[in-house]
């Protein structure tokens, strides 16, 4: 497998001979107004451009996946841009009818048991937050790619560490797993994605997996910089099993 890091929570997943977009967040550098209360009310997102061209993101993807319907998981130049009859997996019934009103016509809400092109697809869960931010937040999903030629990859999406990460490491065992670490939050409420201690506590709990960590430095609300990061994992002596790429940074396994 090819995993492409490409900017907050977009991927490029090419696994088992087919290229799947996860997260697609696809507008120019400062397009939308900052998320409210929170850090950096003075920069409008996405922070950053992208670092590659919009066709090297969208051309000959096989299947795209939405963790959730928050901005910076699906938007507007991601409705704009992908092509009507292309695949896509979400969450739930809710945002598979959203999306479809969008004008998408081949949605399916993805299951623990899903299959597509040889390929299981295991929708995972997940808390986007603690405690009450927890219903402003609302659901969200990942998901455990399986294939016998391949690795098993566990794509965590938009959540914090928590018993249920736990479990679905337990059950899919992956060896590689992608997290959201920019440890975002609003003013109050807490941690919306994983931080350093997340993050560690995901190493612990697969200790020979390789863990990227995605989701950083392009929204407003971050907390956790990819230095301050390195450096977390560099102190604890697990560099060689966290990941912190660059936009448009790749890694196959
Ligand atoms: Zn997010």
Redesign the pocket.
Known sequence: MNIQQIR??TLIVEYAGKKFLI?P?LAEKGTYPPFPDSARQDQNNPLVDLPTSIDHIINHVDAVIVT?L?L??WDNVAKEVLPKEIKLFTQNEEDASEIKNSGFKNVEVLQEDTVFADIQLSKTKGE?GRGEILKVAGPVCGAVFKHPNEKTLYVAG?TVWYEGVQEEIETHQPEIIVV?A?D?QFLEGGS??MGKDDGYEVYKAAPNAKIIAS?MEA?NHWTLSREELKNFINEKGISSNVLVPDDGESYSF
Request: charged letters at 20%; a negative charge.
């Open positions: 907050n929570a997260d967040f959730h928050h910076d998981h986007h938009d959201n920019g975002n919306l994605v989701h929204v």
